[in-house]
């Protein structure tokens, strides 16, 4: 077909896809060299009139503008808007699962989309909601196209003439256990944002693992309920509409009101070193690292001894072909970087997170030295009475950089009274107490709020 000229006025110049109901092609005006779509379909096809029906009726930014009908040869042309940009299928292929923040943005336009159909006077469904269908200009605005197999809701139909759909997205009713309808693109909605969470094609899994995948790709537990809300397959369990998911979604999205003021990098760097071995350093990286993903931040943790505690745990989970693949590992969306050293440190990619940890262990002169270099310092000390006099020992020493502004003397597990008598005995230094959580990667609601108010004193914070 390249080459062609369609009805004297538009040249195929490449093909861009083939579907269900019809293969499409960019074309260009050949007076104007406007770029175009065009959509070839067999004239006998009732897809053809059904997708003609149901674009003319359309009018929203997220949908393509139907230009020109050409009837030729036996086949139906349909001339659209042409789209510059990857779907997000590529995306995928590209990438591996997409950062929360950017689905997050798409899954609102998604739905946005979805309502202006829903609420037609004739609602329309969809019913072939996924990331090849989905594509994404260079500004990060969305588009749905495909309209093959959308069809007009029948309140008084019990089931449709046609199942249509594609495995992996389409919900159950979609293969004859009832008529579609709003809940269908529901859960084409659910299955689609988690495979762009996940990176995981819905057909490579089953609904009991879903949860665990979504876990181990970092996906924030409010977005979770939300998703497995939405594929459920009885669709009385699912939301009832798609204004439900979008409250359900701002609402997740209402916890990253704050942004943690920068000193002048890419990324916030945060050092935590501790007085002595098993103040818990690593513990409190991870705690901290854990609470900034969880916030919907990018965030790693740097670990600087060659055989530390994060080593330790990549060989324990069984992580080590990641890490040799990645140069890091992940745990729940936390990325993990073990034995990396100063020279490593220093050359580290800081645009790529949005926060870093380095774990610098045992405090000493040359940590001392590597510290003021970072936004935030941290030097965990221990917190029972009879330390008192070593925690004294070290102050003295390194009086000079427990003044500098933004560092923090910690001490793990101390009730308020604990905290104000330490106070009394140290009382031109930052001190901050850092709760008990047995399990960095899972805390309950009580520690995060300790966490909260933790992070409120030693960030400058700002509203975005």
Known sequence: M??????????????????????????????????????????????????????????????????DVIRENGKTIVVFDYYEGPNLQELIELNGRID????????????????????????????????????????????????????????NNSDDTIYLGTPGYAAP??????????????????????????GIHPLKCNEHQMKDLLDDAGVSPDLSSVILRCIEKDPDERFMSVEEIKKAICSCNDTRHVKYQTLGKNAVEISVSGIQSGVGVTHFCILFGMWLKNKHYKTAVLEYYESGDTLDLCMLLNKEPQLKKLGYYQIKGLCIYPSMGSEKID??????????????GIHDEYISRLMPRSDIRIIMAPGADWKIYAINAFVKK??????????????????????????????KINIISVPYAVNPWKTDPAVNNEIESIYQKIFQIRKV
């Open 100 to 155: 929360e923040k950017r689905v997050l943005n798409w899954a609102i336009q998604i739905l946005d989309a979805l309502s202006y159909l829903h609420n037609c006077p004739e609602p329309i469904i969809y019913r072939d909601l996924k990331p090849s269908n989905l594509i994404v200009l260079e500004d990060g605005t969305i588009k749905l196209v495909d309209f093959g197999t959308a069809r007009q809701f029948k309140k």
């Open 173 to 198: 009713e979609q293969y004859g256990t009832g008529q579609t309808d709003v809940r269908t693109d529901i859960y084409n909605f659910g299955m689609t944002i988690f495979h762009l969470l996940t």
């Open 347 to 360: 050359n580290f990619r800081r645009s790529d997170y949005d926060y870093i940890l380095i774990d610098y």
């Open 2 to 67: 390249t080459g062609k000229v369609v009805s004297g006025k538009y040249q195929i110049v490449e093909k861009l896809g083939a579907g269900g109901s019809g293969e499409v092609y960019k074309a260009y005006h050949i007076q104007l060299r406007t770029p175009w779509a065009l959509k070839i379909i067999p004239s006998d096809d009732t897809s053809a009139d059904n997708e003609l029906k149901v674009l003319k009726k359309l009018n929203h930014p997220a949908f393509p503008r139907v230009v």
């Open 398 to 427: 390194y009086e000079s950089i427990l003044k500098l502004p933004n560092t923090y003397l910690t001490f793990p597990m101390q009730d308020k009274k604990s905290i104000n008598i330490i106070r009394s005995y140290f009382k």
